[in-house]
């Protein structure tokens, strides 16, 4: 008897800035529209200072990040994706930050984009000696991060699911405070999640089980 297996994870949308890198901006608080390269979704950034700039340094593996400076608490990395169909979400990311750059931030997820609730709380470390550097050709994984939101069901089938990863304090990366000209870089964004099988599939694996149950009672 075969029996139906469970739906595997599918990637909503990655972003890793190299398919589609956006342009350099000076001097501008918020920086949005960043398409992924893979999937349908939409990147941005918020931050307090109108002074901000934003860049694609190199990335963690790769050609390309995003990266900004001027940080204050609050402050934020945002990424708004569809889960319509989906469940168990799953999110990826490498960050790094300046010696002067934020050390502490908040992962949070929300689905209307205004009430927000914090997931886990997590630091960088800086991209600097001692650590390992970032570099286009080797991705180093100390600096890589996951968080499994699949216990957040008000998250599944979403027609809006926001992520972000907000500043939640002035210390910087190298245990001082965060400097106007330290930056968070951030690269190798993915959020994925677990297609919701069909009626037709779930009645399959019903019978399979029941089947299954019926041949343990011979």
């Given at each position: 008897?075969?029996?139906v297996?469970?739906?595997q994870a599918?990637v909503i949308?990655?972003w890793?800035?190299e398919?589609?890198t956006p342009?350099?901006?000076?001097?501008?608080a918020?920086?949005?529209?960043?398409?992924p390269?893979?999937?349908?979704?939409?990147g941005?950034?918020?931050?307090?200072?109108?002074?901000?700039?934003?860049?694609?340094p190199?990335g963690?593996?790769?050609?390309n990040?995003i990266?900004s400076n001027n940080?204050?608490?609050g402050?934020?990395?945002?990424f708004r994706?569809?889960?319509?169909?989906m469940?168990?979400?799953?999110?990826?990311?490498?960050q790094?930050?300046s010696?002067?750059?934020?050390?502490d931030f908040n992962?949070?997820y929300?689905?209307?984009?205004?009430?927000?609730?914090n997931?886990?709380?997590y630091?960088?470390?800086a991209?600097a000696?001692p650590?390992?550097?970032w570099t286009?050709?080797?991705?180093?994984p100390?600096f890589s991060?996951?968080?499994?939101l699949?216990?957040a069901?008000?998250?599944?089938?979403?027609?809006?699911?926001?992520?972000?990863?907000?500043?939640s304090?002035?210390?910087?990366a190298?245990?001082?405070?965060?400097a106007a000209?330290?930056?968070?870089?951030l690269d190798?964004?993915?959020i994925s999640?677990?297609?919701?099988?069909?009626?037709a599939t779930?009645?399959?694996l019903?019978l399979?089980?029941?089947a299954?149950l019926?041949?343990?009672k011979k």
């Amino acid at each position: 008897m075969g029996v139906v297996a469970a739906s595997q994870a599918a990637v909503i949308a990655s972003w890793g800035f190299e398919v589609n890198t956006p342009a350099d901006l000076t001097d501008s608080a918020a920086y949005g529209g960043w398409l992924p390269d893979a999937g349908t979704g939409v990147g941005s950034g918020l931050h307090v200072s109108a002074l901000t700039d934003w860049t694609t340094p190199t990335g963690n593996g790769s050609v390309n990040s995003i990266s900004s400076n001027n940080w204050g608490v609050g402050d934020y990395y945002q990424f708004r994706v569809s889960t319509l169909g989906m469940n168990n979400i799953q999110v990826a990311w490498d960050q790094t930050s300046s010696n002067t750059g934020p050390r502490d931030f908040n992962l949070q997820y929300s689905t209307n984009g205004t009430a927000f609730t914090n997931f886990m709380s997590y630091t960088v470390l800086a991209n600097a000696t001692p650590n390992p550097l970032w570099t286009a050709g080797t991705n180093q994984p100390v600096f890589s991060f996951t968080a499994d939101l699949s216990g957040a069901s008000v998250l599944n089938n979403q027609a809006t699911v926001f992520i972000r990863m907000r500043d939640s304090s002035t210390v910087s990366a190298n245990g001082g405070v965060v400097a106007a000209a330290g930056t968070s870089r951030l690269d190798n964004v993915g959020i994925s999640a677990s297609p919701v099988p069909e009626p037709a599939t779930m009645a399959v694996l019903g019978l399979g089980v029941a089947a299954l149950l019926r041949r343990r009672k011979k």
